[in-house]
DNA sequence: ATAGGGTTAG
């Protein structure tokens, strides 16, 4: 005759107290602050038996305290004497997801590589994890070596595991190839993984490529989430393309995608970025929950398109909403500041970040201070300050301060600065065109044509200027001389008609300076304009009259209204 | 217990 034994006839009856005692102590977690609260808590675990119980784990990356919960969780992996169990893998993520979601990247990749030490197993919940933390750390041979040990233990197939892979390689310099490959040798697609790699591509400014692969997206009939969305306005703001955004705010309202404060900020900042500044704020007006993103963003569009004034009552608005300002807005507004001339209240908010919000100001705060100097033409003040600044100036700040020496006439401390700049960065050739336009100012034409030389002799070459334009759904990008394009002669006969048009409207060529030997920075200029007729005259041959045409040049666009239109011959 | 997103000086 067999019996169940006593131990087992008890087992049900343990199991009560238990869960109970597990209820209890995520309950002390929930409300855990302090540290010595944790050991507290800690010694009950011990004595009950659930330190390593996955519940509470789980509970502690969302106490109050995580850093305390994660001291507590390491502390745990150490000093544990326990045969290797199920819950060593479990407990490594804990302690890798919660070091990444404090922002200590490189202590959760060091988790993670101590687990691989201890012959812990990964699990697939292991890779998303320790892949966020290699995508902030950004480095493409530490993801190569995650990558291998995701194909050694075989969770490549894994859609969870391939998305966080895409993603990182896509932060990790020169990685994005490899995240494409990943992308393309996935065993199936999900809207996280096109968003994934949309978003990389986006990040980069490979915008075209972004909104190239977004039509794939939908070949592949996957339907595009909020997330999606935000990735495809982004690489749409970069490239200017207004209509396409339009499309895309149509496309999120037809298909009722949830519009979340992210996808809100995003399409305000494509209208604003892209010129329609009242669309802009209108929909910035409407948004129920603004966030210090959103306030940002409508003041760098502001401040963009030269409304200062707007920008700082935005800005005002904000505190009185409420809202504590950021580091980040602070650029906005103090570029607002500098692009309309607003010396006095510049340097009264640059002085109110540090005492009025203990905001460290950081270079490009000060390089917003030497700009706003140097725009209003007070270039010793503004070599003064960057001569008592804290921080180390940046190449960038010296480029706006010989900029300003150049158009203000102080030549000749434009050229030392220059002379200083190429001394420690030999090879950026952007030094180069500004000691040659200075040179180019102050007539020296035997030492300019000796810039172009050296410039030669190292191999440089300047990037052209482009100027795109959107027509019907697709960007044309036209760069001077341009005879890519197959409508190229009538392009070219039509730039000629716009040349006779504009001399019987009464347009005078600038004919003063053409007998000299012209600055560099001048033909860049007659380069460039060039890039722009020709891709108006390209919309002017592709459109019915009355379009306005809408033109891009390195994120700032121009509108070429009816008015002008209307010059249009036949 | 797992993944993708919005703002940043010239």
């Given at each position: 005759?067999?019996?169940?034994?006593?131990?087992?006839?008890?087992?049900?009856?343990?199991?009560?107290?238990?869960?109970?005692?597990?209820?209890?102590?995520?309950?002390?977690l929930q409300t855990c602050t302090s540290l010595s609260h944790l050991t507290q808590i800690h010694s009950l675990l011990l004595k009950l038996g659930l330190q390593h119980n996955p519940p509470v784990l789980t509970k502690f990356t969302s106490t109050s305290s995580t850093l305390n919960a994660i001291h507590y969780a390491s502390s745990l992996l150490f000093s544990s004497n326990d045969n290797i169990t199920h819950y060593d893998a479990f407990l490594?993520?804990?302690?890798?997801?919660?070091?990444?979601?404090?922002?200590?990247?490189?202590?959760?990749?060091?988790?993670?590589?101590?687990?691989?030490?201890?012959?812990?197993?990964?699990?697939?919940?292991?890779?998303?994890?320790?892949?966020?933390?290699?995508?902030?750390?950004?480095?493409?041979?530490?993801?190569?070596?995650?990558?291998?040990?995701?194909?050694?233990?075989?969770?490549?197939?894994?859609?969870?595991?391939?998305?966080?892979?895409?993603?990182?390689?896509?932060?990790?310099?020169?990685?994005?190839?490899?995240?494409?490959?990943?992308?393309?040798?996935?065993?199936?697609?999900?809207?996280?993984?096109?968003?994934?790699?949309?978003?990389?591509?986006?990040?980069?400014?490979?915008?075209?490529?972004?909104?190239?692969?977004?039509?794939?997206?939908?070949?592949?009939?996957?339907?595009?989430?909020?997330?999606?969305?935000?990735?495809?306005?982004?690489?749409?703001?970069?490239?200017?393309?207004?209509?396409?955004?339009?499309?895309?705010?149509?496309?999120?309202?037809?298909?009722?995608?949830?519009?979340?404060?992210?996808?809100?900020?995003?399409?305000?900042?494509?209208?604003?970025?892209?010129?329609?500044?009242?669309?802009?704020?209108?929909?910035?007006?409407?948004?129920?929950?603004k966030t210090i993103v959103s306030w940002t963003s409508v003041i760098v569009g502001m401040a963009m398109h030269g409304h200062g004034l707007e920008a700082v009552s935005l800005f005002e608005e904000m505190k009185e909403d409420g809202l504590v300002p950021d580091d980040v807005v602070f650029i906005g507004l103090l570029s607002a500041c500098s692009h309309s001339g607003l010396v006095k209240e510049g340097r009264r908010y640059f002085n109110s970040?540090?005492?009025?919000?203990?905001?460290?100001?950081?270079?490009?705060?000060?390089?917003?201070?030497?700009?706003?100097?140097?725009?209003?033409?007070?270039?010793?003040?503004?070599?003064?300050?960057?001569?008592?600044?804290?921080?180390?100036?940046?190449?960038?700040?010296?480029?706006?301060?010989?900029?300003?020496?150049?158009?203000?006439?102080?030549?000749?401390?434009?050229?030392?600065?220059?002379?200083?700049?190429?001394?420690?960065?030999?090879?950026?050739?952007?030094?180069?065109?500004?000691?040659?336009?200075?040179?180019?100012?102050?007539?020296?034409?035997?030492?300019?044509?000796?810039?172009?030389?050296?410039?030669?002799?190292?191999?440089?070459?300047?990037?052209?200027?482009?100027?795109?334009?959107?027509?019907?759904?697709?960007?044309?990008?036209?760069?001077?001389?341009?005879?890519?394009?197959?409508?190229?002669?009538?392009?070219?006969?039509?730039?000629?008609?716009?040349?006779?048009?504009?001399?019987?409207?009464?347009?005078?060529?600038?004919?003063?300076?053409?007998?000299?030997?012209?600055?560099?920075?001048?033909?860049?200029?007659?380069?460039?304009?060039?890039?722009?007729?020709?891709?108006?005259?390209?919309?002017?041959?592709?459109?019915?009259?009355?379009?306005?045409?809408?033109?891009?040049?390195?994120?700032?666009?121009?509108?070429?209204?009816?008015?002008?239109?209307?010059?249009?011959?036949?």
């Amino acid at each position: 005759m067999h019996f169940p034994s006593k131990a087992n006839l008890l087992r049900p009856v343990n199991i009560a107290p238990k869960r109970a005692a597990e209820q209890h102590c995520l309950s002390l977690l929930q409300t855990c602050t302090s540290l010595s609260h944790l050991t507290q808590i800690h010694s009950l675990l011990l004595k009950l038996g659930l330190q390593h119980n996955p519940p509470v784990l789980t509970k502690f990356t969302s106490t109050s305290s995580t850093l305390n919960a994660i001291h507590y969780a390491s502390s745990l992996l150490f000093s544990s004497n326990d045969n290797i169990t199920h819950y060593d893998a479990f407990l490594f993520n804990t302690v890798i997801r919660a070091y990444s979601q404090t922002s200590s990247h490189s202590t959760a990749v060091y988790y993670y590589k101590l687990m691989l030490k201890n012959g812990v197993l990964p699990n697939k919940f292991t890779y998303p994890f320790v892949l966020k933390a290699c995508a902030c750390v950004g480095r493409l041979s530490l993801g190569e070596q995650v990558h291998g040990s995701v194909i050694k233990v075989g969770f490549d197939n894994d859609i969870h595991v391939g998305n966080t892979l895409v993603h990182a390689y896509g932060c990790c310099g020169g990685g994005i190839g490899f995240a494409r490959k990943v992308f393309d040798e996935m065993p199936e697609w999900d809207s996280v993984s096109w968003s994934a790699m949309i978003g990389g591509y986006a990040r980069l400014g490979m915008s075209s490529e972004a909104v190239g692969l977004f039509r794939e997206m939908q070949v592949a009939r996957v339907r595009p989430d909020e997330v999606t969305m935000v990735t495809v306005l982004s690489a749409c703001t970069d490239l200017g393309a207004l209509e396409l955004g339009r499309w895309v705010e149509s496309y999120i309202e037809r298909e009722k995608v949830p519009k979340s404060v992210e996808l809100c900020n995003a399409v305000i900042g494509m209208y604003a970025k892209c010129g329609d500044v009242d669309k802009a704020l209108n929909l910035f007006k409407k948004m129920s929950e603004k966030t210090i993103v959103s306030w940002t963003s409508v003041i760098v569009g502001m401040a963009m398109h030269g409304h200062g004034l707007e920008a700082v009552s935005l800005f005002e608005e904000m505190k009185e909403d409420g809202l504590v300002p950021d580091d980040v807005v602070f650029i906005g507004l103090l570029s607002a500041c500098s692009h309309s001339g607003l010396v006095k209240e510049g340097r009264r908010y640059f002085n109110s970040m540090l005492e009025g919000f203990g905001i460290v100001p950081k270079i490009e705060h000060y390089g917003c201070m030497v700009d706003l100097l140097s725009r209003a033409g007070l270039v010793k003040e503004a070599l003064d300050f960057v001569q008592k600044m804290p921080i180390e100036p940046n190449q960038i700040i010296w480029r706006t301060l010989i900029a300003a020496c150049r158009s203000h006439g102080e030549l000749n401390l434009g050229e030392s600065i220059t002379k200083q700049l190429i001394r420690d960065e030999p090879m950026h050739e952007s030094n180069y065109i500004l000691l040659s336009n200075i040179y180019a100012k102050k007539s020296h034409w035997e030492k300019k044509t000796k810039i172009r030389e050296v410039m030669e002799k190292k191999g440089m070459r300047k990037i052209p200027g482009s100027t795109m334009i959107e027509l019907d759904n697709e960007i044309y990008e036209f760069v001077a001389g341009d005879k890519t394009h197959n409508l190229y002669k009538e392009i070219y006969e039509m730039v000629d008609e716009m040349g006779r048009e504009m001399k019987r409207a009464g347009y005078l060529p600038t004919t003063s300076e053409v007998l000299l030997d012209i600055d560099e920075e001048d033909k860049e200029d007659a380069l460039n304009r060039h890039s722009e007729k020709l891709a108006i005259a390209f919309a002017l041959l592709k459109t019915p009259p009355g379009t306005p045409i809408r033109i891009v040049k390195n994120l700032r666009s121009s509108i070429i209204g009816k008015q002008k239109r209307s010059e249009r011959p036949g």
